[in-house]
C-alpha cells in the first residue's frame, strides 16, 4: 500500500491510496459487486432518478392502460394493438405523456379506413393463430364473415370506446406519477 502525494511545482496533482481506489476487502470480508454498486450509489449516480428507464415507464403505462380498458373478449386486439403502440415512433417522442400519443395512436386507427384495414388483418391473424384455425379477413366495405371473431365495425367500436375512457382520464395529460 503507497499512500502519498505526487507535487509539481508546489501543487498537489495526484494522491493515492491503493485501500481508496481498489479495497480488497472490507471488515474481514472479500469486496463483492453489490459493495461496488453500493458505493456508487452512495456518490451520485444512481440519484435523481427512477429505477426504472423512461421508456419502460411509459410501454408499462399504456399496456396498462390497454389492458384495464379495452373491451376484447376473444384477446387478439389487445395483443396486436400492444404492438402497434410499441412500433409507433410518437411515444418514443413523448415519455411524459404517453397517453397523449396513445390518443393520437387511436386517433389514426379509427380515423383512417386503410389503417383500420391493415389492423383487423393484423388482428384476424393473430385470432387464428391464438385459436389454431383459420383467420377469416373482411374486404374493405365487404360484409364480415358470420364465423369470424373481429370485423371492422367491432374493432372500430373497441378503439372509439377505449378513446372515450381514457378522454375522461384527466384529458389525456396523464403523467407517469399518476396511478392508472
Do not use: N
Not at 410499441?86 to 415519455?95: G, I, N
Not at 379506413?113 to 383467420?135: K, N
Request: charge should be negative.
Amino acid at each position: 500500500m503507497w499512500v502519498g502525494s505526487v507535487r509539481f511545482w508546489g501543487w498537489v496533482v495526484a494522491e493515492r491510496d491503493d485501500e481508496v481506489l481498489a479495497p480488497r476487502e472490507l471488515r474481514g470480508r472479500p469486496f463483492t459487486l453489490a459493495d461496488a454498486i453500493g458505493k456508487a450509489g452512495g456518490a451520485g449516480l444512481l440519484r435523481g432518478d427512477a429505477a426504472v428507464p423512461r421508456p419502460l415507464r411509459a410501454r408499462a403505462v399504456l399496456d396498462g392502460f390497454v389492458d384495464q380498458h379495452l373491451v376484447d373478449g376473444p384477446g387478439a386486439l389487445r395483443v396486436v394493438l400492444k404492438q402497434v403502440v410499441r412500433e409507433d415512433l410518437r411515444v418514443s417522442r413523448s415519455f411524459d405523456a404517453p397517453m397523449v400519443a396513445l390518443e393520437g395512436i387511436l386517433r389514426e386507427l379509427v380515423g383512417e379506413d386503410e389503417v383500420l384495414f391493415e389492423l383487423a388483418r393484423r388482428v384476424a391473424v393473430v385470432c387464428g393463430e391464438l385459436y389454431g384455425e383459420r383467420p377469416f379477413f373482411q374486404r374493405p366495405g365487404g360484409e364480415a364473415h358470420p364465423d369470424a371473431e373481429y370485423c371492422h365495425d367491432s374493432i372500430r367500436g373497441a378503439l372509439v370506446g377505449l378513446v372515450c375512457r381514457g378522454r375522461v382520464r384527466s384529458d389525456w395529460a396523464v403523467g407517469l406519477e399518476m396511478p392508472l
